[in-house]
């Protein structure tokens, strides 16, 4: 099974700052990588599919990357709305799997 | 726009089973792949298996074969989770979600999901 490793577990930041999520994946998954936000009591949402391509809707703030076997996504410009945990999936194969999750705190 | 709408939440003691269903909205039902992730309370996300609505051809992860099955009712565009055997550490909330694309083999990311169903189990 590919396991993705995330970090750090939880960040916080000012609105205005740039931040970075990072997800490596145990194995090779070429772009097959999803980024979603969750806010409290809600269902995630997803932000970031095939690694970099962002989903309609989602603010051009948001940017991901792959190099290798690692995948980054970056906040650029901090926003109150995006508190909430953050989480990566990998869609290579079966089964697939989510990273433990980066808690996303505001200053 | 495209909706999925889980059935409400549901108590039941150990050794039970459960049935959560998920009514697709607003496009074609067997088009799309639809998962079952579930979150325990405080923790993250978990995958937990898939269902093909156009020939109803289902996946578990290993956790769950042999206490987890997937159906699919064509003629409402609903999917059904049922567990069996229910433990405590099944408490959890059950999301279904729209992955991808049955016909073009697409990868399978998220970009619809359920509101969520929340199970309980406790004697």
Redesign the interface.
Known sequence: DIQMTQSPSSVSASVGDRVTITCRASQRINT?L?W?Q?KPGK????LI??ASTL?SGVPSRFSGIRSGTDFTLTINGLQPEDFGTY?C?Q??S????????TNLEIK | QVQLVQSGAEVKKPGASVKVSCKAFEYTFTSYYV?WVRQAPGH????MGQINPSGGGA?F???FQGRGTIIRDTSTNTVYMEMSGLRPEDTAMY?C?RG?ITVAGT?????A????TLVTVSS
């Open positions: 097959w999803a979603y969750q269902a995630p949402k997803l599919y095939a989903q989480y999936q869609a290579d079966f089964p697939y799997s989510f990273g433990q999750g | 998962h993250g996300l978990e995958w996946s992860a290993q956790k999301y979600a991808g990868p399978n990311w998220f970009d999901w359920g509101q969520g």
